[in-house]
């Protein structure tokens, strides 16, 4: 057999037309990659008003047009040079940018691609200059325009000297909803600035800059849905140097596809698995595991603390902190989740401060352990009477139970966990201070609470209501239980361990063995003893009594996966929450169980004081609130 060795190709410098057309690869993937970085280029440039024309989905034509500082005429070859930027000038600018481009390659590479014209006017110019590129190695000298001050930068006939890379691009349609999707994304962040986009000389947004909180609130409408718009909890949380804002919505609102979750860090949208991870893991008790949790969230920090430069193009962050900011970001959605419509109302936004990209003027932010209870009003706690006098009508009869006239384990209400009804009374209140759900007027089919609120009706799902109170109140055990070494609390069995009679031995890599060694005292505070047998082997011998008959190789590799992608795993304590979850169902009131108007009240006072009682641990609504308006709609009330 006979080998043939190639002649070995001398290294050569490249041609500079090629090194553009190679970081093209990177930069310019399709239309909506040049609006992007042209956008953001306006952005730095201090604009507020950007227009985007397109033609044939912006591979005829893509135009934007800004109002900013613009480009003196001795800089505009440069602006077309590669690593010409004047937006950075050292390592120490690197380390700290806050501008949303900052490598110099965008403009080059683009103009390699594509017949490329760029005008600009200097705020302190008294005339307009122009430079032109057809993708060759030569620029044409800029030459006198008519233009006001800002920029404009024309792209055509995208990729026309690159005939590979354009048979890629996908139809007409297609490639402009990229591009609107482009602009939706920027707009969310800079809310003071004003967008327009025009296809084939047709409209297709107008968004003018948001001036206070109904600008706000209707740009939020037009670019994330009226549908988000209704169920939107606001968020403002400050810790340190970090500050959290935006919107989450309820998780009546999930959706089947992760399509509306735009996440801002210092005003530029990024994908992050921690970020995805810390909010994933806030949704867990409330959101079921095939729907996804919307949301438009903007987390300011010291640009010191973040490094944008690790992606071409510029999507993805590294954290210098990354625990500290995943914690952060858990605790703020845990606890506005937590406390949901009662607890902060919906939608209550403020007007955009000076930071990059947005903020809210909330007042100051309270810090510290997320609460247990939510606050009631001094005046319905404490005062006590004949509160049915406020209400028109009539008090019935206790009713016994139906079916049976002796309650068994998962129907008593004066017992263990569904006891709902501890030492809870009807409180009087004066007139016009009614409880934010309100007090209950009826049983309707033994199934629904009807009550009256003070802007309407609510509709109360007994048994998804008083399941969502069983389960916080076994968490609460357990985690008391944890906090006590597993000595105290109603669920204290629950930490006990189930020795093994088989130590289960699994082969891992060595990383893995690594990493579960160094967390066995975490994993042993939840019931789960490993040990290392090996270089790499691990032995499962002891499991929590929780989850006894699980598959208990399974169960390590899955908090190992955990450890090796997030440095953490939250795993077993999903398990014994599902377990948790699955004794509360069982526990709760069932339906056709007849109630009396003092028992239905005491459940909806629960209900105020219990954490995520808007949503029940399968995923849907324990109540549902009809205001006036609504129902004077429904009934054609006015007209």
């Not at 970090?242 to 860090?265: E, K, N, T």
């Not at 008083?466 to 357990?478: A, C, M, P, T």
């Not at 020795?499 to 789960?528: H, I, M, Q, Y």
Request: charged content about 25%.
């Amino acid at each position: 057999m006979s080998i043939t060795i190639s002649r070995i190709n001398r290294i050569r410098q490249l041609p500079a037309q090629l090194v553009n057309q190679i970081a093209a690869g990177e930069v310019v993937e399709r239309p909506a990659s040049v609006a992007k970085e042209l956008i953001e280029n306006s952005l730095d440039a201090g604009a507020d008003r950007i227009e985007i024309d397109l033609e044939q989905g912006g591979v005829k034509l893509l135009r934007v047009r800004d109002n900013g500082s613009g480009i003196p005429r001795e800089d505009l070859a440069l602006a077309l040079s590669r690593h010409a930027t004047s937006k950075i000038a050292s390592l120490a600018d690197l380390e700290a940018v806050a501008s949303l481009g900052f490598r110099g390659e965008a403009l080059p590479s683009i103009a390699s691609v594509s017949r490329l014209e760029v005008r600009s006017r200097a705020r302190d110019a008294e005339e307009a200059w122009s430079i032109r590129g057809d993708g060759g190695d030569r620029l044409d000298e800029p030459a006198p325009a008519a233009h006001p001050v800002g920029t404009t930068v024309e792209v055509r006939d995208l990729f026309y000297n690159t005939p590979a890379r354009r048979k890629f691009l996908r139809a007409e349609k297609t490639e402009l909803g990229h591009i609107e999707q482009v602009v939706r994304r920027i707009a969310l962040a800079r809310q003071g600035a004003r967008f327009r986009l025009n296809h084939n000389g047709r409209t297709l947004l107008d968004l003018p800059a948001a001036e206070g909180e109904e600008g706000m609130r209707r740009r939020l409408a037009q670019l994330a849905g009226e549908g988000f718009l209704e169920h939107a909890l606001a968020v403002a949380e400050a810790a340190v140097d970090l500050r959290l804002q935006g919107w989450v919505a309820a998780p009546a609102f999930s959706r089947s596809q992760a399509d509306l979750q735009f996440f801002y860090v210092n005003g530029r949208l990024v994908r992050d698995k921690l970020v995805t991870h810390a909010v994933r893991q806030s949704f867990q008790d409330v959101l079921h595991q095939s729907r996804h949790p919307a949301y438009v969230l903007y987390l300011d920090l010291p640009p010191l603390l973040v490094d944008v430069n690790v992606h071409p193009a510029k999507q993805e962050v590294r954290f210098r902190e990354g625990r500290q900011v995943h914690d952060f970001i858990f605790r703020a959605l845990h606890r506005r989740l937590a406390e949901g419509e009662m607890g902060g109302g919906v939608a209550t936004l403020g007007a955009p401060d000076s930071a990059p990209g947005f903020g809210f003027a909330t007042g100051p932010v309270e810090r510290g352990a997320t609460p247990r209870q939510l606050p009631m009003s001094p005046r319905i706690a404490e005062r006590r009477g004949d509160w049915l006098a406020h209400l028109d009508v009539q008090r019935p009869a206790p009713a016994p139970l139906s079916g049976a006239t002796e309650a068994g384990p998962g129907e008593a209400l004066t017992a263990g966990i569904a006891n709902v009804l501890s030492g809870v009374g009807p409180g009087a209140v004066e007139l016009g201070e009614i409880p934010p759900l309100g007090y209950a007027l009826a049983q309707l089919q033994g199934i629904y609470i009807l009550s009256q609120a003070a802007d309407g009706l609510v509709i109360v799902d007994m048994h998804a209501a008083h399941e969502r109170i069983g389960y916080e109140r076994l968490k609460q055990s357990w985690e008391a239980g944890l906090a006590e070494g597993g000595q105290g609390g109603d669920l204290a069995r629950g930490l006990r361990r189930q020795p093994l009679l088989v130590p289960v031995v699994v082969r891992v890599s060595e990383r893995e063995a690594d990493l579960a060694e160094a967390s066995a005292g975490v994993l042993t505070r939840f019931g789960l003893v490993v040990d290392r047998v090996g270089e790499a082997s691990l032995a499962v011998r002891e499991i929590p009594v929780l989850l006894q008959g699980a598959d208990a190789e399974g169960l390590l590799r899955d908090l190992l996966a955990d450890l090796v992608v997030h440095g953490r795993s939250d795993m077993l304590q999903a398990r014994v929450n599902e377990i948790l979850a699955t004794l509360a169902c069982h526990r709760a009131v069932r339906a056709h169980r007849r109630l009396t108007l003092e028992e239905m009240n005491a459940l909806l006072r629960d209900m105020e004081r219990t954490e995520r009682a808007d949503q029940c641990n399968h995923g849907r609504p324990p109540w549902v609130r009809l205001s006036l308006a609504e129902l004077d709609r429904l009934f054609a009330r006015g007209r």
